[in-house]
C-alpha cells in the first residue's frame, strides 16, 4: 500500500484565491482526518469522516473552510477565499474502523504545505 | 479538557547515549497511545503504537511504555544517533479522536 497520499505537497496561491487540497487514504480505511499544523499551534484537528460521512467539524475554523468526501478514495479540503493566516502544513490521516481500530495506529500523508502571499 | 504533555520539549544529547522522552496525559480512558517522529518540513511517521492492555512495545532499539494508572508514556531510545534527530510526538486516541502531545524536539549531537 502506498500510505496516505496528499497532493499537492507544496501551494503557494495569492490572497483570495481559493486553494483546494487533496488527500486519498488508506484502502479499507473508513476514517479520514485533516489537521492542520502551526507553530503556534501545533496540530489541530479540523474534520473528521466516517464512511464518508463529516462527523465532527467543529475544528474548522471558519466558513471559508469545506472539506468533502465523495468517496471512500478521495477527500478534499477547501479554502475559499485564503488568507494569509491560512499558511500552515495540512495533514491527512486514515485509520481503520471502530471494531478492529484498536489494533491500528493512524497513518499520516505527508502533508501539504499552503503559503497563503 | 483532555491534554498530553511532553517534558523536556527539548533535549539534547551526545551520540551513543541512551535517553528517555516523556509523556503525561489527564484522561487514562484511552484506547491507544502512539508514538510519532516529524523530521522538519516532513509529515510523521509512526514509531510505535501501544494498545490499552499493553504495558510495552519494542522495536528495534525503541520501547515505549504506557502506564495507564498514572498517566503516563515513556520512549526510550537506546545508542542514540544523529539520525535520531527529530521531533517526538506522543499522541492519545480516547474514542476516535487524537490528542497529540506538545512534541520533544530531540537533537542528538555527533
Known amino acids: 500500500d502506498a500510505g496516505v497520499i496528499q497532493s499537492p505537497r507544496h501551494e503557494v496561491t495569492e490572497m483570495g484565491q481559493e486553494v483546494t487540497l487533496r488527500c486519498k487514504p488508506i484502502?479499507?480505511?473508513?476514517?479520514l482526518f485533516w489537521y492542520r499544523q502551526t507553530m503556534m499551534r501545533g496540530l489541530e484537528l479540523l474534520i473528521y469522516?466516517?464512511?464518508?460521512?463529516?462527523?465532527?467539524d467543529s475544528g474548522m475554523p471558519e466558513d471559508r473552510f469545506s472539506a468533502k468526501m465523495p468517496n471512500a478514495s478521495f477527500s478534499t479540503l477547501k479554502i475559499q477565499p485564503s488568507e494569509p493566516r491560512d499558511s500552515a502544513v495540512y495533514f491527512c490521516a486514515s485509520s481503520p474502523g471502530q471494531r478492529i481500530m484498536l489494533n491500528y495506529g493512524y497513518t499520516f500523508g505527508s502533508g501539504t504545505r499552503l503559503t497563503v502571499v | 479538557k483532555q491534554e498530553v504533555t511532553q517534558i523536556p520539549a527539548a533535549l539534547s544529547v551526545p551520540e551513543g547515549e541512551n535517553l528517555v522522552l516523556n509523556c503525561s496525559f489527564t484522561d487514562s480512558a484511552i484506547y491507544n497511545l502512539q508514538w510519532f517522529r516529524q523530521d522538519p518540513g516532513k509529515g510523521l511517521t509512526s514509531l510505535l503504537l501501544?494498545?490499552?492492555?499493553?504495558r510495552e512495545q519494542t522495536s528495534g532499539r525503541l520501547n515505549a511504555s504506557l502506564d495507564k494508572s498514572s498517566g503516563r508514556s515513556t520512549l526510550y531510545i537506546a545508542a542514540s544517533q544523529p539520525g535520531d534527530s527529530a521531533t517526538y510526538l506522543c499522541?492519545?486516541?480516547?474514542?476516535?479522536?487524537?490528542?497529540f502531545g506538545t512534541g520533544t524536539r530531540l537533537t542528538i549531537i555527533p
Open positions: 499522541v492519545r486516541r480516547g474514542n476516535e479522536k487524537l490528542t
Open positions: 484502502s479499507g480505511h473508513d476514517y
Open positions: 501501544i494498545q490499552s492492555s499493553q
Open positions: 469522516f466516517n464512511n464518508n460521512v463529516p462527523i465532527d
